[in-house]
């Protein structure tokens, strides 16, 4: 080994190393337990392995069967947790739904029996030409939802007119540089020119690194995992121009059902009530204490509460995208953060009031 495979070498495991390193600490030492701390340090996880694979494979071909077998397992659960790490902090859910959990188990039961019943070391053909499309299709799929998730987020980045915030930005790169990783391993199966596996280590070990110079340049890193974190201790919007904006929230959202909307976003409110998007977030983080998503939430379950009362012949689920909200989790979730009961317990309540 030449000292250029040397140096490769070294970066390439260091960055794999550091993945677990990473990924350890975002699921035990952050100081505030976000649902995306941990679905960012099982998604390292699951790189770290996949990356340590190539890695080593690529450096000595003949290591066991299992190593490969090992490294498109944890590549089965890539996609996924990129998804579902979105997902949670998009639409701001700290408390993992049930189906997320039975998706999650139906993909580690499918990717460990199948490595269980047709062991690579027995059935290589198998992995090579079957098993490992197999994976890569479903990490195509994650990553395109993923994509479709933080739509806004990524058209924002790129538009030079309005300025991402910290936290946007931070979701965007990490997308980003899942998206290159995915592309570099997929070339490399299709057997582009200078598309290795190893190429995919280096993006790997670049966004890594990147991450630990986000983490250690900003002093506040607990704002990064919260895309409408509010700030209550920022200046209050004076009494009476307080008063004449929440007059003109409460018309556009009541009269208009804005709400219902499920883009709705925080520019489109602003300018239905002909104020600057920073202004509109001023008086919703400052004088209501609150952000742009619970303030919209609250309208939308309380839509939703008149229509549980007042129809029993819907579902709880039709009722949820009713009042604007775009997944069945979601208005769980939101429904019992503002209620403090799920929606089938309030509409069991209402029906024997």
């Not at 930005?169 to 998206?179: H, R």
């Not at 250690?216 to 919007?237: C, H, V």
């Not at 309208?299 to 009362?309: L, N, P, V």
Request: charge should be positive; proline fraction near 3%.
């Amino acid at each position: 080994m030449d000292t250029g495979k040397e140096l490769l070498f070294f970066f390439s495991a260091l960055g794999s190393f550091n993945g677990i390193i990473l990924g350890v600490y975002f699921f035990f030492f952050t100081k505030k337990k976000y649902l995306t701390n941990y679905f960012l340090g099982a998604l390292l996880f699951a790189l770290s392995i996949r990356i340590g694979k190539s890695v080593f494979i690529y450096f000595d071909p003949e290591l066991p069967k299992m190593y490969l077998q090992l490294g498109l397992t944890a590549c089965f659960f890539i996609g996924p947790f990129l998804y579902y790490f979105l997902r949670s902090a998009v639409e701001e859910i700290n408390v993992m739904p049930k189906s997320w959990k039975m998706i999650l188990l139906f993909w580690g039961v499918l990717i460990l029996g199948t490595g269980i019943l047709y062991p690579y070391e027995t059935y290589p053909e198998l992995w090579r030409f079957y098993f490992i499309r197999i994976i890569y299709f479903q990490w195509f799929l994650y990553v395109f939802f993923s994509g479709f998730v933080i739509r806004g987020i990524l058209m924002k980045i790129f538009n030079t007119k309005e300025k991402a915030n910290p936290s946007e930005i931070w979701f965007g790169t990490l997308f980003l540089g899942n998206f290159l990783l995915f592309l570099f391993y997929f070339l490399a199966i299709l057997g582009a020119p200078a598309a290795t596996y190893i190429s995919g280590a280096v993006v790997f070990s670049f966004i890594l690194y990147l991450i630990i110079s986000i983490l250690l340049y900003r002093k506040k890193t607990d704002d990064l995992f919260l895309l409408n974190e509010p700030k209550n201790s920022g200046k209050k919007i004076e009494s009476a121009e307080a008063v004449l904006i929440t007059e003109k929230l409460e018309k556009c959202m009541n009269e208009k059902n804005l709400y219902k909307n499920p883009n709705l976003s925080l520019q489109d409110l602003s300018k239905e009530i002909n104020i600057s998007s920073h202004q509109l977030s001023q008086f919703l983080n400052n004088n209501l204490g609150k952000n742009f998503t619970s303030f919209v939430n609250e309208f939308r379950i309380s839509e939703a509460c008149k229509i549980i009362t007042s129809n029993d012949k819907l579902t709880l689920e039709s009722v949820g995208y009713d009042v604007g909200f775009n997944s069945k989790s979601t208005f769980f979730a939101a429904f019992k953060k503002h209620t403090g009961t799920t929606p089938l317990s309030y509409q069991t309540q209402a029906l024997q009031a």
